[in-house]
């Protein structure tokens, strides 16, 4: 496939390293409503920390997959009060 492409690029003009990494991801996380509940729960117990639980949304597809735990925070910083304190 990569040859293919190369050739192609060739054929347009179109500079630069071809690779392809094919999708390894099969089978979706098994992870529900209930799941998530009780994960929120443990995180706010202070069972789990921050990390451990954006990783754990991160890994169920929840959250997006390029995002990093350090750019949810700087958003979170970004974001205003919470809901809770509105009002």
């Known amino acids: 496939m990569e ?6 690029a060739d054929w347009q003009g179109i500079a630069g390293e071809i690779s ?3 999708n390894r991801d099969f089978f979706p996380p098994n ?5 998530l509940t009780a994960w929120v729960a443990a995180r ?3 069972e ?3 990390e451990l639980f954006f990783s754990v ?6 959250v997006q997959d390029d995002r990093t735990f350090e750019e ?16």
């Open 3 to 8: 040859k293919a492409l190369r050739f192609a």
């Open 44 to 46: 706010q117990s202070g």
């Open 72 to 87: 949810e925070q700087e958003a979170i910083s970004n974001d205003g009060p919470p809901l809770s304190e509105l009002g």
């Open 57 to 62: 949304l991160k890994y169920s597809e929840w």
């Open 31 to 35: 992870f529900t409503g209930s799941d």
């Open 20 to 22: 392809i990494e094919l």
């Open 48 to 50: 789990v920390s921050k």
